[in-house]
Structures are given as C-alpha cells and as structure tokens.
C-alpha cells in the first residue's frame, strides 16, 4: 500500500523522461488524444515527490503509463505482453496497482461522468441507472483462483460475472465482479451498495432485467418491481422492469434462464403480467 495519501487533483510538473516514451508516437486506437490527456493529467495522484513525504521523481512519463494502462484495458492482454514501446510492464502495473488502492481510478471516473453530465445540461449526479451483468470466461491457463469463480450454467461461462451500474447515458456508476454462478440479484445489489457508499445518494430508480426483478422460489424479490416516470429513462422492451435503487436484497434464489433484458419503458401503465408469472404487477 503506498504512502502517498494527496487526494487526486493536484496536475504533476514536466519531467524529462529517462528512457524515450515521452517522445513515442500514438499508433493504438487505445491511445488518448492531446485533449483528453489535458483532461485526465490533473485528476491523478500527486508524485511523491511533490509532496511533504517527498520520494524519488518517476522514472516514465506519466502520459505514457496512462495509454499502456488503457491499451491492456482495451485489449485484455496480460501485462507482461506490453509492446515494446510503452515503459516497462512493472512499472505500469505498479502505478495501476498504487492508484487502484488508493481509490485514485474510482475518483477519476466520478470527476470525468460529473463533467460530461454537466456538459450534457444534466445534474453531475445521476437519479436514475440500469443494471446489468455479463458472465465472462477465465482464460485458458486456469489463473483465476476456484474461490472467486463459478460455473454459469444459463450461459454455459465457467468464470467470473460482472455486474455494471450506469447512468442513462451509458456513463459508469459503480461496477462489482462475483463467481459467474452468483445470481444477479445478489450481484446488483452489491452494486447498489457500493454506488450508495461511494455518494450517489440522488440515485433513486435503476432499470434491471428480467433475471435481476424476477421472483424466485421464495416468493421474494430482490428489490421491488415498480414503472419508473423518470423523464430521462431510455426506450426498453416491456419484458424489463423498474425498481428503486434502496440497495435492498433477499437470498439468492434461482432466476429465469438467458441474459438480462434492456431497460423498461416509461410508460404511466403498469407493466401486464406472462401468463404463468408468479409476480403480479405492481401499481404506478
């Protein structure tokens, strides 16, 4: 765990670069643009070096680190298969590792959605997400270790599960990885969770598919399912529901087959009940 504990906003001094990468041309579609960079650069951790701990000045820059970050993002490749021309895979692990711990990633991504949002005309805090989750694959070596993996037996996925929370616009909330057997009532509202723990209080409906609204074997719901009146709410299929993000569950119990649905109309009549359904529809 580093000892830099300087909030991230504080933009970092030039430096020259002792091995050439600041001088590397951009030739990825994962490399940011002058823009951009201009953007992320004072949102990122002091260096040590500037601070009253002070440190040893990073050897590589920063900008460089950044796009050797993204294109492992973007690729899924593993680290040590960086190309050459970015700086060395230690060093950009573990920058990503320090920055990851200290929540620094997590506090770029709220700064950068409350400025687009803003851009856009809207609040910097949403009031209103859809939920979802995609089962993934472990890779061929067998890395991800048997306690946080699982077989999905509706998608036929031995690995793990995402569970991603976004704003109307597609914009990142929160987002939580389980075993790929964890239902995705479990899943979305250990999300909410940590969408409410992080501060988005204002959040106060979320779009989930069938298999995350659906009742189980108990009879209990995940989370109540009610039509949204939200003005902002995207164009759905009328299989989906609404249901207030209040971060409440129940134990998992099993769902129905095949992936989450998209996001519920916005219409002020309640959604009708399948033949055979044992949830009836709730009142608007």
């Known amino acids: 765990m580093t000892l830099n504990r300087v909030l991230a906003g504080g933009a970092t001094r030039a430096r020259r670069c002792e091995c050439g990468c600041a001088a590397r041309v951009p030739r990825?579609?994962?490399d940011l643009t002058d823009e951009q960079w201009e953007q992320l650069e004072p949102l990122l951790?002091?260096?040590?070096?500037?601070?009253?701990?002070?440190?040893?000045?990073?050897?590589?820059?920063?900008?460089?680190?950044a796009d050797a970050i993204l294109y492992v993002a973007d690729n899924g490749c593993k680290w040590r298969a960086l190309p050459a021309?970015?700086?060395?895979?230690?060093?950009?692990?573990?920058?990503?590792?320090?920055?990851?711990?200290?929540?620094?990633?997590?506090?770029?991504?709220?700064?950068?959605?409350?400025?687009?949002?803003?851009?856009?005309?809207?609040?910097?805090?949403p009031s209103a997400g859809i939920v979802d989750a995609q089962s993934v694959a472990e890779c061929a070596?067998?890395?991800?270790p048997a306690a946080t993996s699982g077989y999905d037996f509706h998608k036929n996925v031995n690995g793990r599960k995402r569970h991603l929370l976004t704003d109307t616009m597609g914009l990142?909330?929160?987002?939580a990885v389980t075993a790929a057997n964890a239902q995705d009532r479990a899943g979305a509202a250990l999300t909410l969770k940590r969408a409410r723990a992080a501060g988005?209080?204002?959040?106060?409906?979320?779009?989930?598919?069938?298999a995350t609204t659906a009742t189980g074997a108990t009879g209990q719901n995940a989370s109540s399912a009610s039509p949204s009146k939200s003005s902002n709410s995207p164009k759905t299929s009328k299989?989906?529901?609404?249901?207030?993000?209040?971060?409440?569950?129940?134990a998992p119990t099993p769902g129905p087959p095949g992936g989450a649905a998209a996001p519920a109309t916005t219409n002020?009549?309640?959604?009708?009940?399948?033949?055979?359904?044992?949830?009836?529809?709730?009142?608007?």
Do not use: N, Q
């Not at 990142?172 to 987002?175: C, E, F, M, R």
């Not at 002020?268 to 608007?284: A, E, I, L, Q, R």
């Open 28 to 30: 990825y579609p994962s």
């Open 45 to 65: 951790p002091v260096m040590l070096c500037d601070t009253e701990l002070g440190g040893r000045p990073e050897k590589h820059c920063r900008r460089a680190v």
């Open 85 to 125: 021309d970015f700086p060395p895979w230690r060093t950009v692990y573990g920058l990503f590792a320090r920055w990851a711990a200290d929540g620094a990633l997590e506090d770029v991504t709220d700064l950068l959605r409350a400025r687009v949002r803003v851009a856009a005309g809207r609040d910097p805090e």
């Open 141 to 144: 070596e067998g890395t991800v």
């Open 172 to 175: 990142l909330i929160a987002v």
């Open 200 to 210: 988005r209080h204002r959040l106060a409906h979320v779009w989930a598919g069938k």
């Open 239 to 250: 299989a989906s529901r609404s249901c207030p993000a209040a971060g409440s569950s129940s």
């Open 268 to 284: 002020d009549s309640p959604p009708t009940t399948k033949p055979g359904s044992t949830s009836p529809p709730s009142s608007s």
